[in-house]
């Protein structure tokens, strides 16, 4: 079994670890982020030109950060302390998910 995998908010960034950028964004450098009701989608983009944020490379390891402070504010996370949510794979949207992020 997988265990469970999480990224982190932290004003208005946010952070995923080489696991997960590796695991559903593998060679990619964009993605789009998306609120769906309650939850935050966070979908790969195959193509550059199409937009999205930055999958910005972090530090040695191989993390990686996406800077979206726009995006948060306007959906009322602009909070200063770090916000872990725990994210799976969603097929059906080809996203993945941070349930209940809103």
């Known amino acids: 079994m997988t265990p469970p995998q999480t990224v982190m908010l932290r004003r208005g ?13 593998d060679g990619l450098d964009t993605i789009v982020l998306i609120r769906r009701d309650s939850d935050l989608l966070i979908v790969p983009v195959r193509h550059a030109a ?10 040695v390891a191989g993390d990686r950060v996406v ?8 959906h009322g996370l602009e909070d200063e302390a770090p916000r872990n949510f725990d994210v ?9 998910i941070a349930r209940h992020a809103f």
């Not at 960034?13 to 964004?25: D, I, N, P, T």
């Not at 799976?88 to 996203?95: F, I």
């Open 50 to 59: 199409a937009g999205g944020y930055l999958l910005k490379l972090r530090n």
């Open 13 to 25: 960034s946010l952070y995923l670890s080489r696991a997960v950028y590796e695991r559903y964004f």
């Open 67 to 74: 800077n979206a402070p726009d995006f948060f504010r306007a």
């Open 88 to 96: 799976a794979w969603d097929s059906q949207r080809a996203a993945l």
